[in-house]
């Protein structure tokens, strides 16, 4: 069984300050995925990192794969209250039983105060 | 329809009864998964389709759980007798095909065992 452990579980920042949230396993995942999700709604597909040490971009929202393809991480420059979500990270799997199947870390409630 | 639904969006239910949870995936979409969602937390898989078939329903959490698909679309979660620890917001997702990273969430059903 694949885990992904996601920390932290809660994040309360001010408006204007950078964070950043981790998921690390120590299982290979064939991709990394990063969801962003409001109350009431399903998660919402935000990036997905596929090669090793690959590291993509979206506005204020940076997002790395570890080398090893085991860990990922979002950092998120001057936060906006807008930002406020819970994020999910899910890992593809890379074979086996495990591939095609998403295995998501416990999530992130992130709150940003004016 | 553009996007993924699920219905009921919200189900009140007494303990040992049965219910029934409907997802409409997106058109064309071959691939279906259920999830289980605690409150503010990650994802737990439950189980997938490929076109009807259902080849792993390992993530299934009792026998009291089944789930089936037909016609390559509309799928039914059923939870028999139900229990007051089953109560989550259930997602359904569907993707292109199995193994295709990117997965399309519904709004969920908020289920409430009382």
């Known amino acids: 069984t694949q885990l992904l452990e996601q920390s932290p579980q809660f994040l309360s920042i001010q408006e204007g300050e950078n964070l950043t949230v981790y998921c690390n396993s120590s299982s290979v995942f064939s991709s990394l995925q990063w969801y962003r999700q409001e109350p009431g709604e399903g998660p919402v597909l935000l990036v997905t990192v596929v090669t090793g040490g690959e590291v993509k971009k979206l506005k204020r929202l940076t997002f790395q794969f570890g080398d090893a393809r085991k860990d990922s991480s979002l950092h998120i420059t001057a936060a906006q209250p807008g930002d406020t979500g819970l994020y999910l990270c899910a890992g593809e799997g890379a074979g086996g039983t495990s591939y095609g199947k998403l295995t998501f870390g416990q999530g992130t409630i992130l709150t940003v105060h004016p | 329809g553009a996007g993924v639904s699920q219905s009921p969006s919200n189900k009140v239910t007494e303990k040992g009864k049965d219910v029934e949870l409907r997802c409409d995936p997106i058109s064309g979409h071959t691939a279906l998964y259920w999830y289980r969602q605690s409150l503010g937390q990650g994802l737990e898989f439950l189980i997938y389709f490929q076109g009807n078939s259902a080849p792993d329903k390992s993530g299934l959490p009792s026998d009291r759980f089944s789930a089936e698909r037909t016609g390559g679309s509309v799928s039914t979660l059923t939870i028999q007798r139900t229990q007051q620890e089953d109560s989550a917001v259930y997602l359904c997702?569907?993707?292109?095909?199995?193994?295709?990273?990117?997965?399309?969430f519904g709004p969920g059903t908020r289920l409430t065992v009382l």
């Open positions: 997702a569907s993707s292109l095909d199995f193994g295709r990273p990117q997965q399309f």
